[in-house]
């Protein structure tokens, strides 16, 4: 069997990700969390939620899973909706491998979709592992989509056309609340997208161990990750489908679906496999697969070309979905 080489990156993401030094760094332990949590806290308050005054922005405080704290959400309305008819709701779910982040992490990306098409955006934040493990984070997860469901015209959204979207390990709850959403008969999602979305904690793919030691995200920070949810039962054979979606035997009844992954990250044979059975399942799934692109790319290199193709594709298939 030939040795496992990475795929080559895509030039400009390559001297970005040399620019970006030790700060690019792929492995992640725990002895780092406080400290990562308190930079990204501190960074994470300089962001303008309300995009140069086109959204109005607001923490509310809303009821948590039965028996668990209550959840904080964050609301961006466009500030110039006046009496419209509502608008579609973008429910975002942030990143930072469950251990890290908070309802303002990513958030941009969703904004921008919102300031292009006319959504309301809602945020959520929720409990971090190791503190909180599974099934603390989809609970909270779920616990805000029913509640913007159900006040949804409230806030100026629709509550028919509602689509989760998350990256990384949001985008790995992203599709654990669509399964969990499905199963208990909740609010009815009508997309989801699913970017580089961290859903198997087996870490038994071709490009896990042909990633490892590579980009910004590898193996050992993924186990670091699932462990910190998981605990013992990571990689064994009792995890469940809400804690990691690639689990879920059956795939059927989802909202139609957008995956992304780059083909130098380490989640890029999970996404595939995960849009193969949606499609095997009779679902409706859009996948692309960047050339040449690391983990969090877009991210990083916001004006390489293959950065700016990632997010018009992710835009026109949610314009799409709305128009239909």
Same mark, same amino acid.
């Given at each position: #069997?030939?040795?496992?080489?990475?795929?080559?990156?895509?030039?400009?993401?390559?001297?970005? $990700?040399?620019?970006?030094?030790?700060?690019?760094?792929?492995?992640?332990?725990?002895?780092?969390?406080?400290?990562?949590?308190?930079?990204?806290?501190?960074?994470?308050?300089?962001?303008? %939620?309300?995009?140069?005054?086109?959204?109005?922005?607001?923490?509310?405080?809303?009821?948590?899973?039965?028996?668990?704290?209550?959840?904080?959400?964050?609301?961006?309305?466009?500030?110039?909706?006046?009496?419209?008819?509502?608008?579609?709701?973008?429910?975002?779910?942030?990143?930072?491998? #469950?251990?890290?982040?908070?309802?303002?992490?990513? %958030?941009? =990306?969703?904004?921008?979709?919102?300031?292009?098409?006319?959504?309301?955006?809602?945020?959520?934040?929720?409990? $971090?592992?190791?503190? !909180?493990? !599974?099934?603390?984070?989809?609970?909270?997860?779920?616990?805000?989509?029913?509640?913007?469901?159900?006040?949804?015209?409230?806030?100026?959204?629709?509550?028919?056309?509602?689509?989760?979207?998350?990256?990384?390990?949001?985008?790995?709850?992203?599709?654990?609340?669509?399964?969990?959403?499905?199963?208990?008969?909740?609010?009815?999602?009508?997309? =989801? %997208?699913? #970017?580089?979305? #961290?859903?198997?904690?087996?870490?038994?793919?071709?490009?896990?161990? =042909?990633?490892?030691?590579?980009?910004?995200?590898?193996?050992? /920070?993924?186990?670091?990750?699932?462990?910190?949810?998981?605990?013992?039962?990571?990689?064994?054979?009792?995890?469940?489908?809400?804690?990691?979606?690639?689990?879920?035997?059956?795939?059927?009844?989802?909202?139609?679906?957008?995956?992304?992954?780059?083909?130098?990250?380490?989640?890029?044979?999970?996404?595939?496999?995960? /849009?193969?059975?949606?499609? =095997?399942?009779?679902?409706?799934?859009?996948?692309?697969?960047?050339?040449?692109?690391?983990?969090?790319?877009?991210?990083?290199?916001?004006?390489?070309?293959?950065?700016?193709?990632?997010?018009?594709?992710?835009?026109?298939?949610?314009?799409?979905?709305?128009?239909?």
């Amino acid at each position: #069997m030939p040795p496992l080489v990475p795929p080559p990156l895509d030039p400009e993401l390559a001297a970005a $990700l040399e620019q970006l030094g030790d700060a690019a760094t792929p492995g992640f332990s725990l002895d780092e969390l406080e400290s990562a949590r308190a930079t990204g806290s501190e960074l994470l308050g300089l962001l303008d %939620v309300t995009f140069d005054g086109a959204f109005e922005a607001e923490d509310r405080t809303v009821p948590g899973p039965e028996g668990a704290p209550d959840i904080s959400l964050l609301l961006c309305r466009p500030a110039r909706a006046g009496s419209a008819a509502p608008l579609p709701v973008l429910y975002h779910v942030h990143g930072g491998g #469950m251990m890290l982040g908070t309802g303002r992490a990513g %958030v941009d =990306q969703p904004l921008a979709w919102a300031r292009e098409l006319g959504a309301v955006v809602v945020s959520v934040e929720y409990r $971090l592992a190791p503190e !909180h493990p !599974h099934p603390a984070p989809v609970e909270d997860v779920y616990a805000g989509l029913l509640w913007t469901a159900g006040h949804a015209r409230e806030i100026g959204g629709d509550p028919d056309r509602i689509v989760v979207v998350g990256a990384s390990a949001g985008g790995g709850l992203a599709a654990a609340l669509a399964l969990l959403s499905r199963d208990r008969r909740g609010p009815r999602l009508l997309g =989801q %997208v699913l #970017m580089a979305p #961290m859903l198997d904690d087996r870490g038994e793919s071709v490009s896990s161990r =042909q990633l490892a030691g590579f980009g910004v995200w590898d193996r050992t /920070a993924n186990e670091t990750a699932w462990t910190a949810l998981l605990g013992d039962r990571r990689g064994g054979p009792d995890v469940p489908p809400y804690a990691a979606p690639a689990r879920a035997g059956d795939l059927s009844g989802l909202p139609p679906a957008y995956l992304d992954a780059g083909s130098a990250e380490t989640f890029r044979d999970e996404v595939v496999a995960y /849009a193969s059975r949606i499609w =095997q399942c009779g679902g409706e799934a859009e996948l692309h697969v960047w050339p040449g692109a690391f983990h969090g790319f877009d991210a990083l290199a916001p004006q390489a070309a293959l950065s700016r193709a990632a997010r018009a594709a992710r835009l026109a298939w949610l314009r799409r979905l709305w128009e239909r």
